[in-house]
């Protein structure tokens, strides 16, 4: 993960955790679009976290595109949906993304998700 975003010079010294965030964003939009009631409050809620770390709109722009590249090439094979949602469980704890990760789990164990 941290490979691909060190080749974006506005956001290659940017944190861990903020590009886990950017990267479970993207993550939602794309793969859980019909179960959007059941995490846009949080979505929201770790938006404005995100938004509020950077402080910069050309970072940020740049950071949401990098994640969005990321999560678009990882889902390019079908068994990497898998393993992105194996990495995204183990996320450090931030914030609201933790009852992001509980929703990921239910769904998972309700069998929408691999």
């Known amino acids: ?22 990267i479970l964003l993207w993550y939602f939009r ?7 009631d059941k995490w846009a409050i949080t979505y929201k809620k770790s938006s404005a976290w995100l938004s509020a770390q950077i402080n910069n709109k050309e970072v940020e722009k740049e950071l949401l595109e990098a994640a969005r590249i990321f999560v678009v090439k990882s889902m390019k094979k079908l068994s990497d949906w898998t393993n992105l949602s194996k990495v995204l469980l183990q996320l450090p704890n ?8 509980r929703n990921l789990k239910k769904l998972q ?5 691999r």
């Open 1 to 22: 993960m941290q490979t691909h975003f060190s080749s974006y010079s506005k956001v290659a010294k940017l944190d861990v955790h903020i590009y886990s965030t950017a």
């Open 30 to 36: 794309y793969t859980m679009v019909d179960h959007r």
């Open 94 to 101: 931030i914030l609201s993304l933790k009852k992001l990760r």
């Open 109 to 113: 164990k309700q069998k929408l998700l």
